[in-house]
T-cell receptor, first 110, second 110 residues
């Protein structure tokens, strides 16, 4: 099993550009999450999904949109990137309570 | 929301030494996980331990849910143990966010 994978691993954007981060899991988990990690801090939840076709806001949702059209995929979109969105983005999935994390995407917005 | 505090914030050990990391949380939880973030940024699941004691090789963890704390023990430390150790808790139902502590930054010197 690959577990949780994320695409891309690195990305540099200019202010105002848009992009989509892809998360995929092969563990048949119902729940999926997007977190961001800023330097020297723990992770904070952006959005999450409790099943295919559902999404909900987390702690820091502003400036992001998500979609879960297939159970195994969870997409995170930035419509108009801002320098404040420079961060490392982690995707996670879970069957119940224990969450498993992907390798992260390092995003820089200039 | 729930508060999670980790101590110490920084720790320097000589290879072979033992250490104890502490995680205090402010309310009852349904999930508590310990993670190791290695120098390359990967988040590695160490323990899922909402209560009780678990051991995995040189690492063990104990959570005393009634007193709202968890301890991570590292014995015979190695340089590969270096990185940041995070405690994260979840209050509520599955599919909710993990709340992360600030982490303990560990450096093991050869």
């Amino acid at each position: 099993n690959a577990g949780v994978t994320q695409t891309p691993k690195f990305r540099v954007l200019k202010t105002g550009q848009s992009m989509t981060l892809l998360c995929a899991q092969d563990m048949n988990h119902e729940y999926m999450y997007w977190y961001r990690q800023d330097p020297g801090m723990g992770l904070r939840l952006i959005h999450y999904s409790v099943g295919e076709g559902t999404t909900a806001k987390g702690e820091v949702p502003d400036g992001y949109n998500v979609s879960r059209l297939k159970k195994q995929n969870f997409l995170l979109g930035l419509e108009s990137a801002a320098p404040s969105q420079t961060s490392v983005y982690f995707c996670a999935s879970s069957r119940t309570f224990e969450q498993y994390f992907g390798p992260g995407t390092r995003l820089t917005v200039t | 929301g729930i508060q999670v505090e980790q101590s110490p914030p920084d720790l320097i050990l000589q290879e072979g030494a033992n250490s104890t990391l502490r995680c205090n949380f402010s309310d009852s939880v349904n999930n508590l996980q310990w993670f190791h973030q290695n120098p390359w940024g990967q988040l590695i699941n160490l323990f899922y331990i909402p209560s009780g004691t678990k051991q995995n090789g040189r690492l063990s963890a104990t959570t005393v849910a009634t007193e709202r704390y968890s301890l991570l023990y590292i014995s015979s430390s190695q340089t590969t143990d270096s990185g940041v150790y995070f405690c994260a808790v979840l209050r509520g139902s599955a599919g909710n966010m993990l709340t992360f502590g600030g982490g303990t930054r560990l450096m093991v010197k050869p």
